[in-house]
């Protein structure tokens, strides 16, 4: 019962923060130029494929599994790509998996900008919804610094950095109600964010680690 009355507020305080986050946007934001992915499905399933190929050996020996569950509609609605568990534990895709501190969550995405600004952006609204950085239910988010472009059906990866998005969330919320940080709003699509810096999310120990690349994935 406690469980669901959490789940309800949750979903619940979501929504109402959404319709103020958007108001607030709407006459508070700095227009930038649209710069996106070609096609944002390829290279995010370039980067799942990569880590996922990479983390299964690492977990080899060590009585944990990776489950692959990027395709499944539950954990897509909470942003979650990849759920690490203890080997021979199944994953029935209902909410209290969400918050079962056995799992680890994992969400991975590329980012094709920061190679340029040093920035990563901290997705808010996109399309009249809330963005993934508020939706997901990750534990921890791999993001990938890769160069802009495929070829031969891979892109070019310098590093990858593994972000506590409890830590990102958290410090998104209080740059937002401290008014310290200008949203930036992607008119054309629709989407506003906040820009961090890598430097400034490492010092703030949001990057927990970070792993150097420098190949082709």
């Not at 020996?61 to 509609?73: A, E, L, M, R």
Request: proline letters at 2%; aromatic letters at 14%; glycine letters at 6%.
């Amino acid at each position: 019962l406690n469980f669901s009355i959490s789940l309800f507020i949750v979903i619940f305080a979501k929504r109402n923060i959404l319709n103020e986050t958007i108001k607030f946007m709407s006459v508070s934001q700095t227009i930038r130029k649209p710069n996106f992915y070609t096609d944002v499905k390829t290279y995010g399933k370039i980067g799942e494929r990569f880590f996922q190929d990479s983390i299964s050996s690492g977990l080899a020996g060590k009585g944990k599994v990776i489950h692959d569950v990027s395709d499944n509609p539950f954990w897509q609605q909470y942003d979650v790509d990849f759920v690490i568990s203890d080997e021979g534990v199944s994953l029935n895709s209902v909410d209290s998996e969400l918050f079962d501190e056995n799992l680890i969550r994992l969400e991975v995405k590329v980012d094709t900008v920061a190679p340029r600004t040093g920035n990563l952006a901290y997705e808010v609204i996109s399309h009249g919804k809330f963005g993934w950085c508020v939706n997901t239910m990750a534990d921890k988010v791999i993001m990938l610094i890769c160069n802009d472009g495929i070829i031969d059906g891979k892109i070019y990866a310098h590093e990858g950095h593994i972000i506590d998005m409890k830590k990102w969330k958290s410090f998104a919320s209080y740059s937002y109600n401290c008014s310290f940080r200008q949203p930036n709003c992607i008119y054309n699509e629709e989407i506003y964010d906040f820009l961090f810096k890598i430097e400034e999310l490492k010092q703030n120990k949001i990057i927990i680690s970070t792993f150097s690349i420098n190949s082709w994935i």
